[in-house]
C-alpha cells in the first residue's frame, strides 16, 4: 500500500513569491491534515479535512495561506506571499477518520524563504 | 485546551540499554488516544504505539512500552534494548473526542554503540 505522497521534497524561493504543495493521502484515507514543523519542535495544525471540508483551520493563517481539497483526495496548501518567517517544513498526513484514527505522515516539504 | 508536555528536550542511551522518555498531558475528556511517533533524520513521521484512554492495559510493540497513568495524565514510552535505529525526535501526541491531535516539542533521543 502507498504511503502519502508529497511533492515537492525541497522548495526555496524568494520573499513575495508564491509557493505551492502538493498532497496525496493513502487511498480511503477521509481525512487529512496539513501540519507546518519548525526545526525542533512538534507539528502544528494548519488545517484539517473530513473529505473535502475544511473542519478546521482556525490556525491557518488566512491572509497569505489558502487550501483545497477538490474531490475530496489530493489536496494543495498554497502560501502568496510567502515570508522569511515561513520557511519550515510542511506535513501532510491522513487517517481512516474513526477511532483511535491514527494518523499517517508524508515526507514532508522542506520550504526556505530566502 | 489541551497541551503536551516532554520535559527532556535530549536523551542519550547506550546501545542495548533501556531508557524512558517522559510525556505529561492536559485534558478535562475522560475519553481520549495517546500515541508516540518516531522522527528520525529523514523526516518521515512514524507511528510507533498508542493507547487508548479507556484501557488500563499498557500497550506495548515489541521492544517498545508505555507506562501510562491517567490520573496522573503521564503517558512515558519505555524503550528496550536500545538499538543504533531508534536515534530519532520522538513525539508524544494527544488525539480528543474531536479528532484534533496535539504534539509536544518532542525529545531528541541519540543511541550510542
Known amino acids: 500500500e502507498a504511503g502519502v505522497v508529497q511533492s515537492p521534497r525541497y522548495k526555496i524561493i524568494e520573499k513575495k513569491q508564491p509557493v505551492a504543495f502538493w498532497c496525496n493521502p493513502i487511498?480511503?484515507?477521509?481525512?487529512l491534515y496539513w501540519y507546518l514543523q519548525n526545526l525542533g519542535q512538534g507539528p502544528e495544525l494548519l488545517i484539517r479535512y473530513e473529505n473535502e471540508e475544511a473542519v478546521d483551520d482556525s490556525q491557518l493563517p488566512k491572509d497569505r495561506f489558502s487550501a483545497e481539497r477538490l474531490k475530496g483526495v489530493d489536496s494543495t496548501l498554497k502560501i502568496q506571499p510567502a515570508e522569511l518567517g515561513d520557511s519550515a517544513v510542511y506535513l501532510c498526513?491522513?487517517?481512516?477518520?474513526?477511532?483511535?484514527?491514527?494518523?499517517?505522515f508524508g515526507p514532508g516539504t522542506r520550504l526556505t524563504v530566502l | 485546551a489541551q497541551t503536551v508536555t516532554q520535559s527532556q528536550p535530549e536523551m542519550s542511551v547506550q546501545e542495548a540499554e533501556t531508557v524512558t522518555l517522559s510525556c505529561t498531558y492536559d485534558?478535562?475528556?475522560?475519553?481520549?488516544?495517546l500515541f508516540w511517533y518516531k522522527q528520525p533524520p529523514s523526516r518521515q513521521m512514524i507511528l510507533v504505539i498508542r493507547?487508548?484512554?479507556?484501557?488500563?492495559q499498557n500497550a506495548t510493540e515489541n521492544r517498545f512500552s508505555v507506562n501510562f497513568q491517567k490520573a496522573a495524565k503521564s503517558f512515558s514510552l519505555k524503550i528496550s534494548d536500545s538499538q543504533l535505529g531508534d536515534t530519532a525526535m520522538y513525539f508524544c501526541a494527544f488525539r480528543n473526542n474531536f479528532n484534533k491531535f496535539y504534539f509536544g516539542s518532542g525529545t531528541k533521543l541519540n543511541v550510542k554503540p
Open positions: 487511498s480511503g484515507h477521509n481525512t
Open positions: 493507547q487508548e484512554a479507556y484501557k488500563q
Open positions: 498526513a491522513s487517517s481512516a477518520g474513526t477511532a483511535p484514527d491514527t494518523q499517517y
Open positions: 485534558t478535562s475528556e475522560s475519553n481520549y488516544y
